[in-house]
């Protein structure tokens, strides 16, 4: 993804600060000279963090990148005052400034290593190898080195402060939430506040030496906060980088509550009507449009992406609202942090417009639409399982102008997983509660501007629940539509609307089917699967255990 530049500054060398400014600023503007529409990534902590906002703030108009890992521009005076006259290089000390769990860069490096400790002795084995290195670090950073370098540190951070208004260039800051030695939440909060377009990413368990553990993924970082891009503009389909094997395993692992509480169902239609268990009749080749039903809250999208994932190595593109993709300045709540969407955005979704779509089919991906959007997946007490479509037909011509197989599919479940309690009706009587979900809306980018009905009701809120022990989980997707050669004919708005119909009455077709059939399953209960699991060992996935006969 990057060619990688490093900035090494010698531990004789004594070049001034404003010096080292105008070293780097050579450097970035050599190289975008040579490469003018590809933007620059600096990324930087400390001293270098000086470093880059003060060359940012030279150069407004350069394509620039930041990456900083807050410790502190504003309190560099504490790293003088922490420097008694006998610097204490001794392990307790060194790991007293690690993460708020002491040993867990130590651990991440046996883990890493394949090396998990059987014995309290290698464990110990393990530190004294590290405690070997510090007279070593102590040659490396002599008295002298170190007191430059806080003056160095001071003089820049004071430059850094001074020209923080003038830094036009994106920020992303990757703060420690267990700074034992600088206040990094403080400083973070400080900066995007100070500068034009900064977001936060917060590692709440992690200590001041964020690199150096083993679970901070930078890259992962970088594509969650859509900060990846390879020309002048972000372009959401062309620029996406699909999640590495170990990216989707941590996000696998990090949902699999989900599917192991709904144990999901899947069934999928093949090209000769036959209905088959599992994703055998999911077109391997695109473009392919997935059209269904969102339920509350749209949690039926984990299992969908992580078995096809699994099953048919099948990357779906989510087509989703623009609100995930919001850098909202100022947040208030309720209002959501956007780094609760990163995982959505290293799996792919892409912000609902007709742009993307178009990218989307003309790239021959699979991307997954959900026609109720918001008004669906925030539905009223009584509304499960009930479509809200818009009267226009707006996926059609543009899915038949690539060829695109559309299939549509029903999804059941959400009635076996929780309950409203309070939905919107119930919430806008509650005092200062309307007058929440109005802003909150407000601030929201608005969709369907020129529809009617309840499709245009999309007010952002968030019903209350209440859990339920869990049911299962049942998709069933149907035989998918082909629309190669129907361009021509379905530049007719009759034939268009007739070709949405049908499509729509095929997802409450698949929803009906789901809830008949539901009620035939032995292993709807979350007890009774467990009960299964427990006397066949080997029924390890959720996936894969037994429901009703088809």
Not at 392 to 409: D, L, N, T, Y
Not at 466 to 473: D, E, Y
Request: proline share 7%.
């Amino acid at each position: 993804m990057f060619n990688i530049w490093c900035l090494h500054i010698p531990v004789q060398d004594r070049t001034q600060f404003n010096e080292l400014v105008k070293l780097v600023e050579r450097t970035i503007r050599s190289e975008n000279y040579r490469t003018p529409n590809k933007p620059i990534y600096l990324v930087a902590e400390s001293l270098g963090a000086c470093l880059a906002i003060c060359v940012a703030a030279r150069n407004p108009d350069m394509d620039l990148q930041h990456l900083l890992i807050s410790h502190s521009c504003n309190h560099c005076c504490l790293y003088w005052i922490i420097m008694p006259d006998q610097f204490p290089l001794n392990l307790p000390y060194m790991l007293s400034l690690a993460p708020g769990n002491p040993l867990r860069m130590v651990m991440d490096n046996i883990v890493k290593r394949g090396l998990l400790p059987q014995t309290i002795g290698e464990l110990s084995q393990e530190i004294a190898t590290m405690s070997m290195y510090l007279p070593v670090l102590a040659d490396i950073l002599p008295r002298e080195t170190l007191r430059w370098k806080l003056n160095l540190l001071k003089s820049g951070s004071a430059c850094a402060n001074s020209c923080l208004h003038a830094v036009k260039a994106q920020m992303l800051i990757l703060c420690s939430g267990r700074d034992q030695l600088l206040p990094s939440k403080e400083e973070s909060q400080r900066l995007q506040k100070t500068l034009a377009d900064c977001e936060i990413r917060m590692f709440e368990e992690s200590g001041h030496f964020l690199f150096l553990e083993d679970n901070v993924d930078l890259v992962t970082t970088i594509k969650g906060a859509s900060f990846y891009r390879r020309g002048k503009h972000l372009d959401c389909v062309s620029d996406y980088m699909p999640p590495t094997p170990s990216e989707f395993k941590k996000v696998h692992e990090s949902f699999s509550w989900v599917l192991t509480a709904t144990s999901p169902v899947m069934l999928s239609t093949l090209k000769d009507g036959q209905v088959v268990r599992g994703l055998a009749g999911i077109p391997s080749e695109g473009p392919v449009l997935f059209v269904g039903y969102h339920m509350l809250l749209g949690i039926e999208i984990i299992p969908f992406v992580a078995q096809l994932m699994m099953e048919r190595n099948i990357l779906v593109r989510g087509i989703a609202h623009p609100a995930m993709f919001v850098k909202v300045k100022n947040r208030m709540p309720p209002e959501p942090d956007p780094a609760n969407f990163d995982v959505f955005r290293v799996m792919g979704a892409v912000p609902v417009s007709a742009a993307n779509f178009y990218k989307l089919m003309s790239s021959k991906s699979h991307a997954l639409l959900y026609p109720g959007g918001v008004r669906e997946a925030l539905h009223r007490k009584g509304e499960e399982y009930k479509l809200f479509w818009p009267e226009r037909s707006e996926f059609v011509r543009m899915a038949a102008r690539f060829g695109a197989k559309i299939v549509p599919f029903g999804v059941v479940g959400e009635d076996d997983f929780a309950e409203i309690i309070l939905d919107y009706n119930d919430q806008i009587k509650i005092p200062g509660r309307r007058e929440e979900i109005e802003r909150v809306t407000s601030r929201t980018a608005k969709l369907r501007t020129d529809a009617s009905g309840e499709v245009a009701n999309q007010q952002m809120h968030l019903p209350w629940m209440l859990p339920k022990f869990p049911g299962r989980f049942y998709y069933y997707f149907g035989k998918p539509i082909l629309t190669e050669g129907m361009k021509v004919e379905l530049r007719e708005k009759n034939k268009c609307d007739e070709l949405y119909l049908r499509i729509k009455s095929e997802v409450e077709g698949c929803i009906d089917f789901l809830k008949n059939k539901r009620e035939q399953d032995p292993y709807r209960n979350l007890l009774s699967r467990v009960l299964y699991q427990a006397s066949h060992p080997g029924s390890t996935s959720p996936f894969h255990l037994p429901s009703f006969d088809l």
